[in-house]
């Protein structure tokens, strides 16, 4: 009797699943996505290049060991899942990261996968191959990394000179790939080889790039797609009236503004529309190593002339944030308290008496309202990068700082700025891992390769490591909370603002999910399908 009564409650429970639950079977497979591209990227190569443009059409032609997970809107270790390894562990010293392989994957040209394959993508990384990359702009991720070791044909150990808690997140990323062995950086930048679930089709410069569903992916049933077409369309106007036109599925990640968002809504209320922050922070680049920002007191009066609010009124009618270097929070998991972030330099919200003080810095120098600076003020020619700087260049006029603004191709602003060719710009620090280890190395190191600014503190490196070695996360918290006290005041590469914006999609397209603190890791897209 209770056997039956027992199998009679499993069968209820059962039936009530199917009635409530969606079909695992619902996800339809076929069709192109159509997907607004912003602009041309300097190459289809995610390790050698810094920026979406590359990672967003490219993320899905690749696997890594790990990744967050795609269905998660928040990145954290927590949401870390197994990809083309099944799963890892730690020594007991917590320098030795071993990672278990899946034996069934084959390159998109039929070669196997191996653990060789991993060893020689981080050898490359590393600077121990015998190939080079033309660049490494993540290579400050790995500078704790000694070597990794492929132990057998499914094993690989990753050997850290110290113990580094959160190193697996940075191989979460979506820039954090695994390359074959057997094909060059070279050919990785014109036609990329990977074991993802999409396989690269072709680039066109000013026309599209393409990827097309691996038949052969070792995750049976993925992707639903038949391919992705990426439409590079210069004019943001020209892609929005495309896309309220139904010509586009997706518009291009995090790039509509609020007053485009509103515009969007208006002329497509079908459409299904996400706004959220991005952990990409908008940033006033001062050269430390040309005039006249060389000069400590110049900067430090630039720093206060800013007016964030009045910027971010601007730029996003009042939606976007004001933070430190990490992202605040509740998106972000490291930010500094509102109270502590408002005892920093600059950040006093009376702006006005920040200004007279940054006038009296000037004029003790010598400037004043009839002996000005003149300076280039550089930016990329993107839309958002343009509105940045007039309203910048706006500001600094009030502290005796005239500036011309000097418009950059995508393909020559990288170059630009880690060459330092520039007097004062902006670019947007993007956080590719809502992690201290990910952004404070790479941007503020003295030898980070994103490190645009020249700033270099052999004392503050210290504390980087020290944050970096702590297991207690709260305990971190509060060191990298020291850490955003001392880059504030050395002013090392103000922070303006932490971007807020819009990705908008058409009802048919399904299983997307943004993510609310990188706006770099949920490209996969092997779980998106269309309903048509």
Not at 260 to 272: G, M, T
Not at 433 to 452: K, S
Not at 472 to 498: F, Y
Request: neutral net charge; hydrophobic residues 35%; proline residues 6%.
């Amino acid at each position: 009797m209770t056997g039956t009564l027992c199998r009679f409650a499993a069968a209820c429970g059962l039936l009530v699943a199917a009635l409530f639950t969606e079909p695992a079977f619902a996800q339809k497979q076929g069709g192109i996505l159509k997907v607004y591209h912003w602009d041309n990227p300097p190459s289809m190569s995610i390790h050698e290049e810094a920026t979406i443009s590359t990672v967003v059409p490219m993320m899905g032609v690749f696997n890594n060991l790990v990744m967050y997970q795609q269905d998660d809107p928040q990145n954290s270790l927590q949401s870390i899942a197994p990809d083309l390894a099944t799963g890892w562990s730690w020594d007991e010293d917590r320098t030795a990261l071993t990672f278990q392989l899946r034996e069934d994957v084959k390159w998109h040209d039929g070669r196997p996968f191996t653990a060789r394959d991993v060893q020689c993508t981080w050898d490359m990384l590393l600077g121990n191959s015998s190939v080079s990359m033309r660049t490494n702009p993540r290579k400050s991720w790995y500078q704790n990394l000694e070597r990794v070791i492929a132990d057998s044909d499914s094993t690989v150990t990753f050997h850290l000179r110290r113990p580094q808690p959160a190193f697996i997140a940075l191989l979460a990323s979506g820039f954090s790939p695994v390359y074959p062995c057997h094909v060059s950086p070279a050919d990785m930048r014109r036609h990329p080889i990977g074991t993802g679930p999409f396989k690269f089709v072709e680039y066109k410069p000013n026309e599209s790039i393409k990827v097309a569903r691996n038949p052969d992916y070792w995750k049976e049933g993925r992707p639903y797609l038949d391919g992705i077409e990426y439409a590079i369309v210069a004019n943001r106007s020209t892609a929005m009236l495309a896309f309220i036109a139904g010509k586009l599925d997706l518009t291009w990640p995090f790039y509509l503004t609020v007053p485009l968002l509103r515009d969007v809504q208006s002329q497509a209320p079908q459409a299904i529309c996400e706004l959220t922050t991005t952990n990409s922070r908008g940033t006033l680049l001062l050269n430390r190593n040309a005039a006249p920002f060389d000069n400590p007191d110049i900067r430090r009066a630039t720093t206060l002339a800013l007016d964030r609010k009045s910027y971010i009124d601007f730029v996003s009618e009042g939606q976007a944030k004001i933070g430190g270097v990490m992202m605040p929070p509740p998106e972000g998991i490291w930010g500094i308290p509102a109270e502590l972030l408002r005892t920093l330099p600059g950040y006093d919200p009376d702006v006005q008496k920040n200004r007279a003080e940054a006038r009296k810095i000037m004029q003790q120098l010598g400037y004043g309202p009839d002996k000005r600076i003149n300076v280039k003020f550089s930016t990329r020619n993107v839309g958002s990068y343009r509105n940045a700087a007039v309203i910048l260049s706006d500001q600094l006029r009030e502290i005796y700082i005239d500036s011309e603004v000097d418009e950059v191709e995508t393909g020559n602003w990288f170059p630009k700025l880690a060459r330092k060719d520039y007097q004062v710009g902006f670019e947007f620090m993007g956080g590719a891992v809502d992690d201290p280890d990910a952004i404070l190395y790479q941007n503020y190191g003295c030898r980070g390769e994103l490190n645009y600014t020249g700033y270099c503190d052999r004392e503050v490196e210290k504390m980087f490591d020290q944050q970096s070695m702590e297991l207690n996360q709260e305990k971190r918290k509060n060191l990298v909370w020291e850490i955003e006290k001392k880059l504030a005041t050395d002013g090392a590469r103000p922070i303006i603002h932490h971007a807020r914006t819009a990705t908008c999609w058409q009802p048919k397209l399904k299983g997307l999910t943004i993510m609310v603190n990188s706006q770099y890791n949920g490209w996969r897209m092997e779980d998106v399908w269309l309903d048509n």
